[in-house]
């Protein structure tokens, strides 16, 4: 099972991007069963919590992101998204999903979005 995050490119600051991450290999049930997050990890910094979402939908958003970021889940395709909106040079950094399934924490390769002023 891996996670496969995409969607990261370079945009102007106010401007907008849709992360994607697929878990291949994960039957429906263990993915929706599994609470499933983006992190993000600026250059020189630590990695820190974006956004989750847990199994019943309910999601949480660091305080730098709310009202900007969204996460979603789409079950069937077993997807998680974080569509991102007015985004600013503080938001560059390489985005990673990652989630526990089948007992063990799971990351996906790292997605880079670069924020230009």
């Known amino acids: 099972v891996q996670l496969q995050a995409s969607g990261g490119g370079l945009v102007q600051a106010g401007g907008s991007l849709r992360l994607s991450c697929v878990a291949s290999?994960?039957?429906?049930?263990?993915?929706?069963?599994?609470?499933l997050n983006w992190y993000r990890q600026a250059p020189g910094k630590q990695r820190d919590l974006v956004a989750s979402?847990?199994?019943?939908?309910?999601?949480t958003y660091d305080e730098a992101v709310k009202g900007r970021f969204t996460i979603s889940r789409q079950n069937g395709k077993k997807n998680i998204f974080l569509q991102m909106d007015n985004l600013s040079p503080d938001d560059t950094a390489v985005y990673y999903c990652?989630?526990?399934?089948?007992?063990?924490?799971?990351w996906g390769q790292g997605t880079l979005v670069t924020v230009s002023s």
């Open positions: 979402i847990n199994s019943a939908g309910a999601v």
């Open positions: 290999g994960a039957i429906l049930s263990e993915f929706s069963g599994s609470d």
């Open positions: 990652a989630g526990r399934l089948y007992g063990r924490d799971l």
